[in-house]
């Protein structure tokens, strides 16, 4: 908690300008109409940080919320009785795709980056190879109903947000998160001392591959099928988990701040649009604010040793 | 080590340079015997298909397709050599061909001017990719990311399509070729060669490897590691600009989206890669860059040739590049460390 206090604190800062310009923003219906917007990137942050913090990196994400939403698609085909079956499908092909991530990662000692560059391609390649080069098919209302519907008052993608928080939270106050952190931090060190490192990265990666399947669903759901459903999606997570102050390398940073990070890279957005900065220029300014929130936590913490590599192998 | 022993004491070349040689023999090796293996299973497939596969128009093909990625991918040899990474290579390659298109503005006269403020940008954004790394103690993947989109956002502000107008002298670059090697080929050519001997003849090449191998080391053997990360990016930079000059050439215009169509970022990181430079930095060589963006382009050929769907390509390449480094991973454990 502590850990994540400076992300917090900006956080506020970012809503109470929002809330300044738009009044709206105040009301339950409009902060949940934000909260229900964040949701797929605090997910896949949650996902990616599980990966960052053990020391490696998952570019492939992006193209799995593309891949999954089109295959969604291709296979409902409209079809309300086959929600179910495919909802079940996705979960079990993001937890797939992170296990070959982290089998070829830690078993074939290839940098994770480039396993799931190369995975990026193969997902990006493989899907509109099979769909014939766009999207086809439609999803189910049910289907639609994660992403858009709610309880009442309270959409269903806040609801599962809620809930995955949870998990990720819980997940690194237990052993296990102690194990991966303890792993990112210095793997030869955590493997003598007995844990399995090989196996705490697998499971990092197959959560991030999960979170990839429920913010697909949800991004489904919210935005429609597309082929550019989850373009630049893995950059934006990573952003987001190095905006809420988690080290590249690994061994750093906390889950909440990495999804406190990720809220805060969608208020940036939300800022910014409603100052009336112009769509492109948006980048820009995105740009400047990354580089100088990573370059103050930096300087704030200059004793903490900042791995300047590309990947975390160089330890090894 | 031994390494970086040599970097300081350069007085001993011969040695210096038989040592260096024989250490990036291997994946150099490796990649060069698959190109030739791929080359010989292509001319296989194609002729099963009852075509001919290394004519000239497909060898031209090669050389062409692969002369811009070939240039992006040597400064990128060069980052990751240094144990950095460059992701705004795209961006600045799109910048590039828009600042030399609008400056040429298709007067030959114009094409000194342009190319000097083409280089001159890309070497700065270069400098600010690495002070940022360096000054402000930024991740190269956040710093240079960060930068990829302040550009983008540039860009994407002042243009929605292709602007300004290159000469058709300068259009020569692109498309004229002699004999059956293309002037682009030949530019790709000198950039390698003068990379090469940068990073085995001079003293900033032994520091760019002392660098990459490990910092902490370097720094305490005296080197200045900064300033090393600061020229790297410089340098990878410009060649990023000098793609984008080769690409306004070709297409005879500037384009906002030259650079991100041709995914020029990672894919250059991938060549660089499968040529056997180690992520991490400091083992590696031009050469391997060379053999990796060769070995992609005559993959791309095939598939052209054989006319399978794109999307094919992209799975094909994922793998074959996901099972090249685990193959130079294997090769590593079996060497005594």
Request: net charge positive; aromatic share 6%; proline share 3%.
């Amino acid at each position: 908690m502590r850990r994540a206090l400076p992300i917090l604190a900006v956080l506020m800062v970012l809503l109470a300008a929002i809330a300044v310009v738009n009044p709206f923003f105040l009301e339950p219906a409009g902060f949940l109409a934000f909260l229900k917007r964040a949701a797929p990137l605090v997910i896949l942050a949650a996902g990616q940080y599980f990966v960052i913090v053990s020391g490696e990196f998952d570019l492939s994400v992006g193209s799995l919320v593309t891949a999954e939403v089109v295959i969604a698609a291709r296979l409902i085909d409209g079809d309300e009785s086959a929600t179910a079956p495919v909802l079940a499908l996705l979960i079990v092909v993001g937890l797939l795709v992170g296990l070959v991530n982290g089998v070829v990662t830690t078993k074939l000692r290839v940098p994770s980056f480039i396993v799931t560059l190369g995975m990026l391609l193969v997902l990006s390649g493989a899907v509109f190879l099979w769909t014939g080069g766009a999207p086809r098919g439609a999803l189910s209302q049910g289907f639609r109903m994660f992403g858009r519907g709610g309880l009442g008052l309270l959409p269903w993608s806040v609801l599962i947000l809620l809930a995955v928080g949870a998990v990720a939270i819980w997940l690194m106050r237990a052993d296990f998160g102690k194990t991966l952190i303890a792993t990112g931090d210095n793997v030869r060190a955590a493997a003598l001392s007995g844990v399995r490192v090989d196996r705490a990265k697998i499971f990092a990666f197959m959560f991030s591959g999960l979170a990839a399947a429920v913010a697909a669903i949800l991004l489904g759901g919210f935005a429609g099928v597309s082929a550019q459903a989850g373009q630049g999606l893995e950059f934006s997570a990573i952003t987001a988990v190095v905006l809420g102050g988690v080290v590249l390398g690994g061994g750093r940073g906390s889950v909440l701040a990495a999804m406190a990070g990720a809220f805060t890279l969608e208020a940036l957005f939300t800022l910014l649009n409603l100052y009336g900065i112009s769509g492109a220029l948006e980048f820009t300014v995105q740009g400047v604010i990354i580089i100088a929130a990573v370059a103050a936590g930096a300087i704030r913490l200059p004793r903490k040793f900042t791995p300047r590599r590309g990947d975390a192998h160089a330890a090894s | 080590m031994n390494l970086l022993v040599r970097g300081r004491r350069p007085a001993r070349r011969g040695e210096a340079h038989g040592g260096l040689a024989a250490r990036l023999r291997e994946p150099t090796q490796v990649v060069f015997l698959a190109l030739l293996g791929l080359v010989a299973v292509g001319w296989a497939l194609v002729a099963l298909d009852g075509d001919q596969f290394l004519t000239m128009e497909s060898v031209v093909g090669i050389q062409q397709r692969s002369a811009a990625l070939g240039i992006v991918a040597i400064g990128q040899t060069l980052a990751i050599l240094a144990g950095s990474l460059d992701l705004s290579v795209a961006y600045l390659i799109s910048l590039a061909s828009l600042v030399a298109a609008e400056i040429m503005a298709g007067q030959d006269g114009n094409v000194v001017p342009a190319v000097a403020a083409v280089l001159a940008i890309s070497a700065l954004v270069g400098l600010v990719n690495g002070l940022v790394i360096t000054g402000l103690q930024v991740h190269a993947f956040i710093a240079t990311l960060g930068v990829s989109l302040i550009i983008k956002g540039i860009v994407d502000h002042l243009y929605d399509g292709p602007a300004g107008k290159v000469p058709e002298s300068f259009q020569l670059l692109g498309y004229s070729r002699i004999g059956p090697i293309p002037v682009s080929a030949m530019l790709w050519a000198g950039v390698a060669v003068v990379a090469w001997f940068l990073l085995s003849r001079t003293r900033l090449g032994y520091r760019i490897y002392a660098v990459g191998g490990d910092e902490e080391v370097a720094r305490l053997s005296g080197i200045r590691t900064g300033r090393v990360i600061v020229i790297v990016h410089v340098l990878c930079s410009v060649c990023a600009g000098i793609a984008g000059l080769l690409l306004a050439g070709r297409l005879g215009a500037g384009a906002p989206t030259v650079g991100t169509d041709g995914g020029y970022d990672l894919e250059s990181i991938a060549a660089v890669v499968l040529g056997g430079t180690a992520l991490a930095g400091g083992k590696g060589g031009v050469a391997g860059t060379v053999g990796g963006v060769l070995l992609l382009a005559v993959l791309d050929t095939i598939f052209n040739q054989l006319e399978i769907n794109s999307f094919g390509k992209d799975v094909v390449r994922g793998v074959v590049i996901v099972i090249a480094v685990a193959v130079y991973a294997r090769r590593g454990t079996r060497r005594p460390a």
